[in-house]
């Protein structure tokens, strides 16, 4: 009886102990902004060092699942000293969930995105990699396990809404474009920023949340592409943000910009954006110190650092700018969320790859983007290996992935050795 009480005790304690084998301060959130830097709940500074890891494509989980083991992958990320991940998804799964009143299967996602006799071979792959799912484990369910294991690997979790409709972004004829696009149904979309809000208070790493992936021109509609514009942008993207920050006050909100999210430059620089004279200043939202700005850069061709540097200066990144010769008015951290190459020998030798890790890590700044004091954090474009499917290809080989086409290793470890460890230590150290 004694010994049997003894061994409860003992037992009890070692699953508390297994469930955190972690110390509880880790991620030390909620985050929030100081000037141009994240800051924990302690005041440290907190830089972001990582990769995207999509989950928006037509399947809507995060990729990769057929080739390897969440717990496999996640530390691959880790083992290059990274420390956050974007993970993409799209509004499309959570508007299933509203219309259907539950969330949609893996089997039943699998069939819908690749036809039932290759979701009936990818799902057995699926299962036989990461043997805590079923046929029946859902999307969300899946998003949520990955979550646990980035947490649990202690790295942050970024959550970006990448398109409305599961499927390849982005382009000008998509759909997914602009507000009231095609498939871009502005209402569902902030419920599903909202849902997902409310949702994610369950994962410990999750630190921030984006508003909208590259928003653009549309080519097909002329009503909605005459909206086009910082007017439309201001009215939805603070409407959307009010709606995250209401749902959960905790995460902090990426605001992205136009043109494929290459620009936000009247917005840092405070300058009108409709003929009313708005502007845009942080002081006027009550979640002023959750607001983050992001840009994306794929200048691939650029062969002049410094116009680059000056570009992306001028584009949002004088946010960063404390000092008096500054062009911002608006000072709050700027992030490169997306940037990327192709993964082979020679790509990561060009001016743009070099001349952006210079900018992020500070080992080469010029021009205006001299007075930029600290590291810039940044997530590379991308993580995959391969898609389940892509534009309507299945098991889609991606160029530009860190991973090779099976997940099983780098696709190029001269460019980890040369180029990712370097910018990790460099952004990080
Ligand atoms: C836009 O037009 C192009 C070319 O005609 C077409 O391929 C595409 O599917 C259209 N997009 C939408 C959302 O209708
Ligand atoms: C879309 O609107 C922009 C102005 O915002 C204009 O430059 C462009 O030509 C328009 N494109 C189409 C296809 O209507
Ligand atoms: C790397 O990819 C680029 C295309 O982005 C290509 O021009 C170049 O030849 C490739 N290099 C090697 C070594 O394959
Ligand atoms: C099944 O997937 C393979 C790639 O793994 C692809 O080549 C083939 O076309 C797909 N079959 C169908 C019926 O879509």
């Known amino acids: 009886m004694l010994l049997n009480t003894i061994v409860t005790i003992g037992l009890t304690l070692a699953a508390r102990v297994g469930a955190h084998p972690r110390p509880q301060a880790w991620p030390n959130g909620p985050f929030k902004t100081s000037g141009p830097n994240i800051v924990d709940a302690h005041g440290n500074t907190v830089t972001y060092a990582g990769v995207n890891w999509p989950g928006a494509a037509d399947v809507m989980i995060p990729e990769g699942l057929q080739y390897s083991s969440i717990q496999d992958i996640v530390s691959k990320i880790k083992s290059l000293g990274m420390n956050v991940v974007r993970l993409t998804y799209a509004i499309e799964m959570i508007d299933n969930i509203f219309d259907t009143g539950s969330d949609i299967p893996l089997s039943t996602a699998l069939e819908t995105a690749l036809g039932a006799d290759n979701a009936t071979i990818v799902l057995d792959q699926i299962l036989s990699h990461n043997p805590s799912f079923t046929a029946s ?47 871009f149904d502005v209402a569902n979309w902030k ?18 949340m984006s ?15 005459a909206t086009y514009g910082w007017e439309l942008w201001y009215k939805d993207m603070t409407d959307a943000a009010a709606g995250i920050h209401a749902a959960n006050p905790d995460p902090l909100i990426f605001f992205s910009g136009l043109e494929y999210d290459h620009t936000l430059a009247p917005v ?6 409709d003929d009313a004279g708005t502007v845009f200043r942080l002081a006027d939202f009550e979640y002023a110190d959750k607001i983050v700005f992001e840009l994306h850069s794929y200048d691939n061709a650029a062969t002049d650092c410094a116009a680059l540097q000056s570009q992306l200066y001028a ?13 911002a008015v608006n000072v709050a951290p700027v992030l490169l969320t997306e940037f990327g190459f192709n993964q082979n020998a020679t790509d990561y030798q060009t001016v743009y790859a070099q001349c952006l890790k210079d900018f992020v890590t500070g080992s080469g700044r010029t021009g205006d983007a001299a007075r930029i004091t600290g ?11 391969s898609y389940y499917i892509r534009s309507g290809t299945q098991d889609y080989d991606e160029t530009w992935g860190l991973l090779n086409h099976d997940w099983s290793g780098w696709r190029e470890q001269t460019v980890i050795d040369a180029y990712n460890v370097p910018m990790v230590e460099g952004t990080l150290a």
């Open 137 to 183: 484990t859902t999307r969300l369910e899946v998003f949520d396990a990955v979550a646990a294991e980035l947490s649990n690997q202690r790295i942050y979790i970024h959550l970006d809404n990448h398109i409305s409709q599961g499927t390849w972004c982005c382009s000008l004829t998509d759909g997914n474009g602009w507000f009231g696009d095609t498939y």
């Open 191 to 208: 419920r599903g920023l909202a849902y997902m809000a409310a949702h994610v208070k369950a994962w410990p790493g999750l630190a921030s």
């Open 211 to 225: 508003l909208r992936n590259e928003l653009r021109q549309v080519q097909n509609d002329s009503a909605v592409n």
């Open 268 to 273: 840092t620089a405070g300058e009108p954006l």
């Open 315 to 327: 584009h949002g990144f004088n946010a960063l700018d404390v000092s008096a010769e500054t062009t």
């Open 375 to 385: 590291t810039i954090g940044w997530m590379q474009w991308v993580l995959a290996g």
